[in-house]
């Protein structure tokens, strides 16, 4: 059974940090991401990585600040937060596909989701 766990969202204040983690079972993965969904809003890509080679890819929203990274030994990628602003609050999903082909930046493409872990930054 294929398993994504998403852990590490909280409460924090703006200019914070916060480090997300999803950990994969059930199967190894070729691109995993992360997605974030504001109340009212649509769901939207924040940042991917190809496991195999590690080439990321970020929404402009959230370049330069976040850093995502990945340990194939652990099948589980990171998302680590800085200097966070209250437009980052949100629900934030991880997503995983087997291929290295998709377009890393569509939720569509992805397989298999998380149940999701709230971040939340106060101003």
């Known amino acids: 059974q294929v398993q994504l766990v998403e852990s590490g969202g909280g409460l924090v204040q703006a200019g914070g940090s916060l480090r997300l983690s999803c950990a994969a079972s059930?199967?190894?993965?070729?691109?995993m991401g992360w997605f974030r969904q504001a109340p009212g809003k649509a769901r939207e890509f924040a940042a991917a990585?190809?496991?195999?080679?590690?080439?990321?890819y970020y929404a402009d929203s959230v370049k330069g600040r976040f850093i995502i990274s990945r340990d194939n030994t652990k099948n589980t990628i990171y998302l680590q937060m800085n200097n966070l602003k209250p437009e980052d609050t949100a629900e934030y999903y991880c997503?995983?596909?087997?291929?290295?082909?998709?377009?890393?930046?569509?939720?569509?493409?992805?397989?298999?989701w998380g149940q999701g872990t709230q971040v939340t930054v106060s101003s």
């Open positions: 990585i190809r496991m195999s080679s590690a080439t990321t």
């Open positions: 059930g199967r190894t993965f070729s691109t």
């Open positions: 997503a995983a596909d087997p291929s290295s082909l998709i377009i890393p930046a569509r939720a569509r493409s992805y397989d298999y």
